[in-house]
């Protein structure tokens, strides 16, 4: 006995003191990967943490240290073949278990994305938080981006998609897509991201071009839809691409797309995604603009608190929800006519109503024009049935089409800054 | 001798140590997310057995004791035989199952031999301590283990829908309390515990911490199919070979605490280490009572041995899981029926 224990001992002090398997400075960490579609087969954008650039020793030479990122793109016919091809190409390992976002381009996302769903799913390198990103040009999104305070990639993309101040996105994560693509008990809207077209990239290649961190103006921004009257008065409903006026990094996530199971079907502008974080209740804050009614030029500016999840009353019957969303506020800003000739209820009635129907308008795109269950009915119905049998049953027949909706909203201001109301 | 504390953690960690690996995906195939209330009704049932078993028993010998004192030397070997292949068919199946989990959770860079080699080699080690000596490691690690439980469940609030564990009756009435009676077999180590009777100081010992351990290592698993249900909504939750591991996976304090698994897998290690030492010593001992040897030592290698050939048996780790599921099915009859069968003929023949 005294044997064993004695080599036991050895044993456990010659295995067990260090790293088995691989050392971390033989790793890459991916952060985001893209993938396009190309005629015969896909491309695979990996873009990974340059670790020198964002160790402290860039940071001490002052600044960023230039470019954080670095992006290779691959041919192959999965992730992990990609994986291997870029291993080809770089020294170290790439690892996915840093990796943030999918970026997902909107033609492969229009074919579906079960076998994107298989990958991560199976993976146990990728973490279920990570976000699903659909874009037009997925390679083109990652190559252009370039986060001008972080210095850390992985930083950038948590701030961007998991922010519960941003309200312009939705935050659906890749395991909420997951669970809802497989369970159809809701249809999920993800990020939309895009790139802004500039006055540079008009220019040949022969012209001067701006230099590298200096900003340029952003063409698509004229392209975006003005909204007029009601909730998010005189804003734009901005499409990624479309947000900033001058800007020096041209990658944006702005909107939702919207799929119905894991086929993508259409977009959302910001002001959408951000009046769907409401009806959901996944925003923490969020400053709106109202028409105010007396000056078209000046809107009243709330930051509005939702205090309770939201109600929903279903009547099978009649294949009628009724939501109820109970809000609080606190005013922002208000034109001076405005707050000498309205009073606060009178605020709170309109502003309340302005906001039904844009919820209303908003759920009647979801389900009357793409077909979706954006809200979640399917899942709702659930606690009507008492066995699954009973409630797939019911599911056979289940047309998002066939739902209306009434939003009654119930909005308070309880302060108002400051300063006094009037 | 075990004290009372060691003897319920010891069957705690028996009973709850399956639901950290592939048991609750067996049962969420069958009765959907209404599975906690299958775990619910197993554990009432479970527990109506072992008053029964109680009631009847009166001996302060174990099941093949009892066998040799009524029927001879005979019987001792061939009950001893009968319980030797309950408590390894419910055990053998661990042997292939954590090592293939933690290859593909942990060491995915390790070859799977290595890591059989190991988790064999350190069972034997364990085993080799006794029974008196896991018995201490058990009350003093499964409280430490309870702590760790408890957080975590705190720290999934975030992710759980209530609305996910509806339809209530999931699958309806018969998959919950006619079709998941295999359920039972998670309580099938109270055979274990009847093995342990030489080493419980008296039979009210036997009683109360029998009892003890079966309402914790219920109420733990119905926490768990509860969480899980809550969740990972119907049918998605069925899909994940390892549930617990998936639920560590989705705990996340904002951006400086995520990744709780690392502790998980720290927990579920030693946890399964000491159950199976544990049972390995058992096995060897029942071997050794049933034959009359003089020592268990010698065996424990060999049992070892046999035991991880058999579970290399099924190709790969799907047909395993399959294969846990046909042996859960009847493993919970032997299990739980021997001891009331022996309880009766203890005390028709006085024993």
């Known amino acids: 006995m005294k044997y064993i224990k004695a080599a036991a001992a050895i044993i456990m002090m010659l295995m067990l003191t260090s790293c088995v398997g691989e050392e971390p400075d033989n790793i890459v960490y991916v952060t985001a990967l893209g993938i396009d579609k190309q005629d015969d087969g896909y491309v695979y954008t990996l873009q990974f943490a340059q670790p020198v650039k964002i160790s402290g020793g860039a940071a001490e030479e002052g600044g960023t240290g230039g470019k954080i990122v670095e992006n290779i793109s691959v041919e192959a016919p999965t992730v992990y073949s990609a994986i291997s091809n870029a291993n080809a190409i770089i020294s170290k390992n790439l690892s996915m278990s840093h990796a943030k976002i999918f970026v997902i381009s909107s033609e492969i996302a229009k074919g579906g994305l079960k076998e994107i769903n298989d990958v991560f799913i199976r993976s146990n390198d990728i973490r279920p938080d990570i976000f699903f990103v659909i874009a037009k040009d997925a390679g083109k999104y990652l190559e252009n981006v370039k986060p001008n305070f972080e210095i850390n990639p992985v930083k950038y993309y948590q701030l961007i998609y998991e922010n519960r101040d941003r309200n312009s996105i939705p935050r659906t994560t890749a395991m909420d897509f997951y669970t809802s693509c497989i369970c159809r008990t809701r249809d999920c809207l993800l990020p939309y991201a895009g790139v802004a077209k500039t006055e540079d990239d008009k220019k040949q290649d022969g012209e001067e071009k701006e230099e590298e961190n200096k900003a340029s103006k952003n063409e698509s921004m004229k392209d975006a839809e003005m909204n007029k009257g009601g909730f998010e008065d005189s804003t734009r409903n901005y499409f990624a691409g479309q947000a900033g006026k001058k800007i020096t990094n041209k990658s944006e996530s702005l909107g939702a797309a919207v799929f119905k199971g894991d086929k993508y079907v259409g977009n959302l502008g910001s002001t959408d995604a951000e009046l769907y974080n409401i009806l959901i209740n996944k925003f923490r804050e969020i400053s709106v603009t109202f028409n105010s009614g007396v000056d078209p030029e000046s809107p009243i500016t709330l930051e509005l608190e939702e205090k309770t999840n939201p109600k929903f009353k279903i009547d099978t019957e009649k294949k009628h929800v009724e939501v109820y969303l109970t809000l609080e506020s606190e005013l922002l800003s208000a034109p001076a006519k405005y707050r000498e000739s309205v009073s606060i209820q009178e605020t709170n009635k309109s502003v309340s109503e302005m906001l039904s129907k844009a919820a209303e308008d908003l759920i009647e795109k979801l389900y009357g024009k793409y077909n979706v269950d954006a809200m979640g009915v399917r899942g709702m119905l659930r606690r009507e049935f008492i066995t699954l049998d009973e409630y797939d049953n019911y599911c056979k027949s289940f047309k998002p089409r066939q739902w209306s909706f009434s939003v009654h909203t119930n909005l308070k201001i309880k302060r108002t800054g400051m300063t006094d109301y009037h | ?92 199946t661990v ?52 702590g760790i439980f408890v957080v975590f469940v705190f720290l999934l609030f975030p992710s759980m829908n209530p609305e996910n564990v509806m339809p209530i009756l999931g699958r309806g009435p018969q998959s919950l309390f006619i079709k998941n009676l295999p359920f039972l077999s998670l309580f099938s180590d109270l055979l274990l515990l009847n093995m342990l009777m030489p080493y419980v100081e008296n039979k009210d010992e036997y009683k109360r911490s029998g009892l003890k351990a079966l309402f914790i290592g219920g109420a733990v698993s119905i926490v768990i199919f509860a969480v899980y249900a809550m969740s990972y909504a119907y049918p998605s939750s069925e899909k994940l070979l390892f549930p617990v591991y998936q639920l560590e996976r989705l705990i996340r304090l904002s951006n400086f605490f995520s990744r709780f698994e690392a502790i998980f897998q720290f927990i579920w290690t030693i946890t399964i280490l000491i159950y199976g030492s544990l049972y390995l010593s058992v096995l060897a001992e029942v071997w050794q009572v049933s034959f009359k040897l003089k020592r268990k030592e010698p065996l424990i290698l060999p049992i070892t041995v046999i035991l991880v050939a058999i579970s290399l048996i099924p190709d790969n780790l799907a047909e395993m899981i399959n294969c846990e599921g046909v042996i859960n099915m009847w493993i919970y009859i032997p299990a739980l029926a021997i001891p009331i069968i022996f309880g009766i003929i203890g005390r028709l023949r006085g024993k």
């Open chain 2, 1 to 92: 001798m075990l004290n009372s504390k060691q003897v319920t953690t010891i069957i705690i960690n028996a009973i709850t140590v399956k639901m950290l690996i592939t048991f609750p995906k067996n049962a969420i195939s069958l009765c959907g997310n209404a599975a906690w209330i299958s775990a619910l009704y197993c554990t009432l049932v479970a527990a109506a057995i072992f008053f029964i078993t109680i009631k009847i028993y009166n001996s302060e010998r174990n099941v093949i004791q009892i066998a040799e004192a009524a029927f001879g030397p005979f019987m001792r070997t061939v009950t001893g035989i009968v319980v030797f292949v309950v408590l390894a068919s419910n055990f053998f």
């Open chain 2, 95 to 146: 042997m292939r199952i954590f090592p293939e989990t933690i290859r593909l959770v942990l060491l995915q860079r390790t070859h799977v031999e290595l890591i059989y080699a190991v988790f064999a080699a350190a069972l034997v080690l364990g085993a080799f301590c006794g029974v008196e000596a896991i018995g201490r490691v058990h009350g003093l690690f499964i409280p430490v283990a309870g």
